[in-house]
């Protein structure tokens, strides 16, 4: 079956450590997305790529980091930088043209402890 | 101001009725509109896309578009408690390029 999918799905995090969250698509797209997503709020987009290579930070980049080294694959590494983690993390997909529709993967709730 | 607003609600109406979602945004290039449900732990999914003004319909759900106004509304018709989720409006283009900023959402309860 063609999808998104992401890991783990829960993930727990000492202060101080790096995590690295997984994104992979069988679903050919070139666009690949991260959003952050805190309780009772909207996505905030974190990194784009448009294509292999390639990647352009969001609205909230800082203390993140990720690649594309694969058109399949797009790892999100949340950093000892990144202050606040916490957070609903939700990776997508889509075609990248005008009308296309991004499809999510099932997400992964990391918490700092 | 935000890129993209939504009332955060809750949004309660009752069972049959008609609820009414609305999104206004500030970049006036914007060029695809989309509407998301997303239920309580759960991803994001599509629901709906318009680009064009007017009304566009699928089913149960309506979107309507008003570029002049910058602002874009979703209708769901005969409520059911099953549509009760928190709904995304989404925008792409402009001075974002393909980039999708969302809004924060808006919360319906459909009472049974």
Not at chain 2, 65 to 86: E, G
């Amino acid at each position: 079956d063609g999808g998104i999918t992401q890991s783990p799905k829960y993930l727990f995090r000492k202060e101080g450590q790096n995590v690295t969250l997984s994104c992979e698509q069988n679903l050919n797209h070139d666009a690949m997305y991260w959003y952050r997503q805190d309780p009772g709020q909207g996505l905030r987009l974190i990194y784009y790529s448009q294509i292999v290579n390639d990647f352009q930070k969001g609205d909230i980049a800082e203390g993140y980091s990720v690649s594309r080294e694969k058109k399949e694959s797009f790892p999100l590494t949340v950093t000892s930088a990144q202050k606040n983690p916490t957070a609903f993390y939700l990776c997508a997909s889509s075609l990248g043209g005008r009308d296309t529709e991004a499809f999510f993967g099932q997400g992964t709730r990391l918490t700092v402890v | 101001q935000k890129e993209v607003e939504q009332n955060s609600g809750p949004l309660s109406v009752p069972e049959g009725a008609i609820a009414s979602l609305n999104c206004t945004y500030s970049d006036r290039g914007s060029q695809s509109f989309f509407w998301y449900r997303q239920y309580s732990g759960k991803s994001p999914e599509l629901i709906m896309f318009i680009y064009s003004n007017g009304d566009k319909e699928d089913g149960r759900f309506t979107a309507q578009l008003n570029k002049a106004s910058q602002y874009v509304s979703l209708l769901i018709r005969d409520s059911q408690p099953s549509d009760s989720a928190t709904y995304l409006c989404a925008v792409m283009g402009g001075t974002g390029g393909f980039k999708t900023i969302f809004g924060a959402g808006t919360r319906l309860f459909v009472k049974a």
